[in-house]
T-cell receptor, first 114, second 116 residues
Framework: EAQVTQNPRYLITVTGKKLTVTCSQN?????MSWYRQDPGLGLRQIYYSMNVEVTDKGDVPEGYKVSRKEKRNFPLILESPSPNQTSLYFC?????????????FGPGTRLTVL | AQTVTQSQPEMSVQEAETVTLSCTYD???????LFWYKQPPSRQMILVIRQEAYKQQNATENRFSVNFQKAAKSFSLKISDSQLGDAAMYFCAYRSISGATNKLIFGTGTLLAVQP
C-alpha cells in the first residue's frame, strides 16, 4: 500500500529538548516536504527536498532542520523547541516527473512544546 | 507571490442538501493547478478534486464539483447531496507548474458541519 508514515503521532515535550519527527514514504518519490498547520493559518511549508541531499527552505523554516540522506526518509529536526512550535505537522511526498501527480500526506504529528 | 483566500471560516448544511465553499486566489501565472483537500477529524489530508488551469471544463468527482472562473481567480467547491461523512475542514490549495518545487499554497480552511 502506497503511504507516507510519520512518527510519533503525538508528542509532548519541554522547551529546549531536541526532538526528531520521522517521515518515510514507500513510493520512490523524489519530492518530500514538511508543513505545519495552525488554526486560522492553514498549512505552511517548512522545508522541502527535491531529491537525496537536495533540501531547501520553505516559508517558515526558522527553528527547524531537515536532512535527506535516503530517498525514502525525510526527518524534521527541532534542535531547541519553543512553545511557538506547538503545531500539527504533516509530511508529504510526490513524484517530480509528472506535475499532475498527487501529493501524498502522512497522518500528521501533533506536537506540544511546554 | 501567490496567495489563496477562503473567506468562510465555517459553513453548515443540512444532510442531502447542496453547499458551496468559496476560494479565491491571486497569481500572475497562466498555468497552475488548484486543489480541494478534505481534513476530517482524523486529521488525514484527503485530496477531493483537482483542476488544471489550462482546462476550461470544470472538474467533477462524484458528488463534488468545482466552479473554476480563471479570469475572476475563483475556485469554488460544490458538494451535492451532502452526507454526514462530508463534515470536515476543507482546504483550497494552489500549485505552480513553473517553479522548481511541488509546493502547495493553502488557504486558511472552511469548517463544514453537516446537520442531520
Amino acid at each position: 500500500e502506497a503511504q507516507v508514515t510519520q512518527n510519533p503521532r503525538y508528542l509532548i515535550t519541554v522547551t529546549g529538548k531536541k526532538l526528531t519527527v520521522t517521515c518515510s514514504q514507500n513510493m520512490n518519490h523524489e519530492y518530500m516536504s514538511w508543513y505545519r498547520q495552525d488554526p486560522g493559518l492553514g498549512l505552511r511549508q517548512i522545508y522541502y527536498s527535491m531529491n537525496v541531499e537536495v533540501t531547501d527552505k520553505g516559508d517558515v523554516p526558522e527553528g527547524y532542520k531537515v536532512s535527506r540522506k535516503e530517498k525514502r526518509n525525510f526527518p524534521l529536526i527541532l534542535e531547541s523547541p519553543s512553545p511557538n512550535q506547538t503545531s500539527l505537522y504533516f509530511c508529504a511526498s510526490s513524484s517530480t516527473r509528472r506535475f499532475t501527480d498527487t501529493q501524498y500526506f502522512g497522518p500528521g504529528t501533533r506536537l506540544t512544546v511546554l | 507571490a501567490q496567495t489563496v483566500t477562503q473567506s468562510q471560516p465555517e459553513m453548515s448544511v443540512q444532510e442531502a442538501e447542496t453547499v458551496t465553499l468559496s476560494c479565491t486566489y491571486d497569481t500572475s501565472e497562466s498555468d497552475y493547478y488548484l486543489f480541494w483537500y478534505k481534513q476530517p477529524p482524523s486529521r488525514q489530508m484527503i485530496l477531493v478534486i483537482r483542476q488544471e488551469a489550462y482546462k476550461q471544463q470544470n472538474a467533477t468527482e462524484n458528488r463534488f464539483s468545482v466552479n473554476f472562473q480563471k479570469a475572476a481567480k475563483s475556485f469554488s467547491l460544490k458538494i451535492s447531496d451532502s452526507q454526514l461523512g462530508d463534515a470536515a475542514m476543507y482546504f483550497c490549495a494552489y500549485r505552480s507548474i513553473s517553479g522548481a518545487t511541488n509546493k502547495l499554497i493553502f488557504g486558511t480552511g472552511t469548517l463544514l458541519a453537516v446537520q442531520p
